[in-house]
């Protein structure tokens, strides 16, 4: 069975920070790379940061130096610390492989960031 869980998202000021949190079944996970993404209202969905199982990462230009994602592999976890939140990072946050393996997303999590 495949599943993604995300969780961790919320309501905080510009400036703030948040963490989220993906629990991914092992089928998706034993994928060498996890990524999280977002989607915000009326835009398409981007791929903010991924990372290997060496946990070798990657970041868009628009979140380099404020997220970090990092994974736990025994507990087939993903996690993306968020800090200095803009406006701008408004979105709903998925996690999932890259490249997508499955043709399956989780409910995802909202971040809002208030200016």
């Known amino acids: 069975q495949v599943q993604l869980v995300e969780s961790g998202g919320g309501l905080v000021q510009a400036g703030g920070s948040l963490r989220l949190s993906c629990a991914a079944s092992?089928?998706?996970?034993?994928?060498?790379?996890m990524g999280w993404y977002r989607q915000a209202p009326g835009k398409q969905r981007e791929l903010v940061a991924r990372i290997t199982s060496g946990s070798i990462t990657n970041y868009a230009d628009s979140v380099k130096g404020r997220f970090t994602i990092s994974r736990v592999n025994a507990k087939n976890t993903v996690y993306l610390q968020m800090n200095s939140l803009k406006p701008e990072d408004t979105a709903v946050y998925y996690c999932?492989?890259?490249?997508?393996?499955?043709?399956?997303w989780g409910q995802g999590t909202q971040v809002t960031v208030s200016s």
């Open positions: 999932n492989s890259v490249p997508i393996a499955y043709d399956y």
């Open positions: 092992a089928n998706i996970f034993s994928f060498n790379t």
